[in-house]
């Protein structure tokens, strides 16, 4: 079936901070993404999307928890957002 929503393009994963752009499709779809440079499976950062790096999860959580009512002005995760990001990144 040739329908219009068949031909649609799904949007490419990308990294929520820096925008690198990954292997697979966007989050909102599910699924996996993989680093085109490192190989392996992303991560996904604790408020949703992609992310390449721990640095990446760590501003991205950053930013997010710094627009949320409340948290106006933050400069820097508490320790136990931070151990959380910390043990994701750890390979075992």
Not at 12 to 24: F, P, Q, V
Not at 61 to 73: A, D, Q, R, V, Y
């Amino acid at each position: 079936m040739n329908t219009e929503a068949t031909k649609r393009v799904r949007e490419k994963a990308t990294c929520r901070h820096c925008g690198k752009s990954l292997i697979g499709d966007a989050y909102q779809y599910g699924g996996h993404a993989h680093h085109p440079d490192k190989g392996g499976q992303v991560k996904t950062c604790h408020y949703g999307g992609f992310v390449c790096s721990v640095d990446c999860d760590y501003s991205t959580t950053l930013k997010l928890e710094g627009s949320m009512p409340g948290h106006n002005g933050q400069v820097a995760l508490d320790f136990g957002m931070r151990e959380s990001i910390r043990k994701k990144w750890v390979t075992p």
